[in-house]
């Protein structure tokens, strides 16, 4: 449904209204706006009520790729001290040191760079203090001599459980970028070791710590939208052969090391990227003052793209591969060489789990959590799971999906399996990523028996009486189970609750300093977790949290491989069982204590 700005508007409104209304968080909103704080600023001690910390973290970031720079540019130096870096591409450590200076307003925000968030002034200067790796493992063996804390993790997903398993056995915490790891084997191990190194061990999920997703998780606990029945969500992206986002220009190192056969598509981009770097070197000559100086940051970063500089030997050491694929008469639709997998990771099934992985999972986070609250924050796991993929789109390039749909049955409050009315009470949930079209872009919509939810990429919340999107609400109290709040349509708002609401909730945090700042809140305040709930701080995404978004992802998969209904088995999401979905089994036993 594509709704028209009015109706847009008007959602907007009734959520920010409604949320600081009297009935709902007006007195915390007040409190909030009166020091000058907003979601926007990413001041989530304030707001989710963890404290700072008397040093930063030491931490070494592995990774510094697109996630891997949006984590350093989340970094608060009062939190976190930057002092190692690792990543075999000299292109992405100039991005960690100079930010994403060509990219898009919003990518320019997510990844500034190093020399921004700590203020240094020239890259000599931010490398002085920050020591430069080009393999992980190296970074990793140092890790007693640059005195590390932690590292996080922004590795392809392959990667994930041997940066982690070994940052763990050097004493050191793990924060890792989604999905935990590449198979359910891994997260186990992962889990398992957290525990008995005692170490924190987070996934960064970040609508955990999303100021938009905390405040519509409070609507939904509050009864706003009634019992929840079923939630659609998608990513829906316009990527095409020649134009896709997944697919980024080799430089010419990688080119040169692909056959002239399947070069078309490479030297068709390449073409574009010096075509457009000597325009941008015609404006930087022209240019003066600062003008001049924004035009050289984004020629030096074309020019690093276009001679990015990979090591052959660490290439190799590092273990990437190159791909066959192949025609059904046996001939070759494509080569791809091992450079390119390390480029383009996410379209290999080796390297990655594909949509579900990178996207599906941020999406199925979110629905599990508003299905939580349903049940009083106890985090829900699904029931089954019914899948569809296919690749029409890009057929010889890659061997993961373009397209994947699916259906979810969550257990809803009262489900029972064991009486005829209870094993019928569930929540559905309906998911797409498809590329090709971008209609509708990515959110998630949450349907009640009273309200309507409605998240735009992680930017607003909409909320409506169920249908009437050219309605206002207003909150009313109701005494009904757990719920103690509704709706009910009004003729106008409270200026007063949408001119407060519009106050906390303007410039929605996307989580990821929040997400930052508290694990190194917990480091610092419970350096050695005892995974019981014994009360110490713990971050919101541990093993456990994780391990469930990463089953539900890689179970689709194999859903959509099998074309057929998957029931989820609770002992997979049981770190200390062995079970698993897929063929992999964890290599790291049990801890005696944890044993049945």
């Known amino acids: 449904m594509q709704l028209l700005p009015e109706s847009k508007k008007i959602g907007i409104d009734n959520f920010r209204a409604a949320m600081a209304s009297p009935l709902m968080r007006h007195d915390f909103f007040l409190s909030y706006v009166e020091k000058n704080l907003s979601s926007g600023k990413g001041l989530g001690a304030e707001y989710f009520g963890y404290g700072t910390v008397q040093n930063p973290l030491r931490v070494g970031v592995v990774g510094t790729g697109d996630e891997g720079n949006v984590l350093l540019g989340a970094c608060n130096p009062n939190y976190i001290q930057v002092v190692a870096i ?238 066959i694929l192949k025609n059904p008469d046996g001939s070759v639709a494509y080569k791809a060489p091992a450079v390119e997998e390390l480029i383009r990771w996410r379209l290999w099934n080796r390297t990655s789990a594909g949509l579900m992985a990178e996207l599906g999972s941020h999406q199925l986070d979110a629905a599990s959590i508003f299905i939580s609250a349903m049940h009083g924050g106890k985090k829900q796991i699904p029931l089954t799971v019914n899948a569809f993929s296919s690749r029409p789109i890009f057929p010889f390039d890659r061997d993961i999906e373009d397209h994947i749909s699916c259906v979810y049955e969550f257990p809803a409050p009262g489900y029972d399996p064991h009486t005829e009315n209870g094993k019928r009470q569930k929540i559905a949930v309906a998911y797409s990523a498809i590329n090709g079209n971008d209609f509708g872009n990515y959110g998630e919509t949450v349907f009640g028996t009273r309200g309507t939810l409605m998240l735009d990429r992680e930017e607003t919340a909409m909320l409506w009486l169920t249908h009437n999107v050219d309605k206002h609400v207003t909150v009313a109290e ?81 859903a959509a491989a099998k074309g057929e209904k998957i029931d989820f088995n609770p002992a997979w999401f049981d770190i200390f069982d062995d079970a698993t979905p897929d063929e992999s089994k964890p290599t790291i036993p049990v801890p005696e204590e944890f044993q049945k």
């Open 478 to 558: 109701k005494k009904e189970n757990t719920f103690t709040r509704t709706i009910n349509t009004t003729d106008e708002l409270n200026e007063q609750d949408l001119a407060l609401g519009i106050q906390a909730l303007y410039d929605q945090s996307l989580g990821y300093r929040e997400e930052i700042e508290h694990f190194a809140f917990c480091v610092q305040e419970n350096p050695t977790p005892s995974y019981q709930e014994d009360g110490a701080p713990m971050c919101r995404c541990t093993p456990k949290v994780a391990m469930s978004d990463a089953i539900i992802a890689l179970t689709t998969n194999i």
């Open 86 to 323: 690792a990543d075999i591409r000299s292109y992405n450590i100039w991005r960690a040191f100079n930010g994403d200076v060509t990219g898009s307003p919003k990518a320019q925000k997510v990844r500034p760079g190093l020399m921004k968030v700590y203020g240094w002034k020239t890259e000599d200067e931010a490398r002085k203090n920050v020591k430069i790796y080009a393999d992980y493992r190296d970074l990793l063996d140092a890790a007693e001599e640059l005195k590390l804390d932690a590292i996080f993790i922004g590795l392809p997903l392959h990667l994930h459980h041997d940066a982690a398993t070994r940052a763990m056995q050097k004493g050191l915490h793990v924060l890792t970028e989604k999905l935990m790891a590449h198979n359910i084997g891994q997260c186990k191990d992962m889990g398992r070791l957290a525990v008995t190194q005692k170490k924190h061990m987070a996934t960064g999920h970040q609508r955990h710590y999303s100021t938009l997703y905390d405040n519509a998780i409070k609507a939904i606990e509050a009864g706003l939208l009634g019992n929840i029945h079923y939630i659609r969500a998608q990513w829906h992206r316009g990527n095409l052969p020649g134009k896709d986002s997944w697919q980024p220009m080799l430089p010419l190192i990688a080119v040169a090391a692909k056959e002239d056969t399947f070069l078309e598509n490479d030297l068709n981009m390449i073409q574009s990227h010096e075509s457009k770097l000597k325009s941008w070197r015609n404006r930087r000559d022209r240019a003066k003052g600062a003008e001049q100086e924004e035009w050289a940051k984004k020629v030096a970063q074309l020019e690093a793209q276009l001679n990015d500089t990979i090591l052959p030997e660490v290439l190799q050491k590092a273990g990437y591969e190159e791909h």
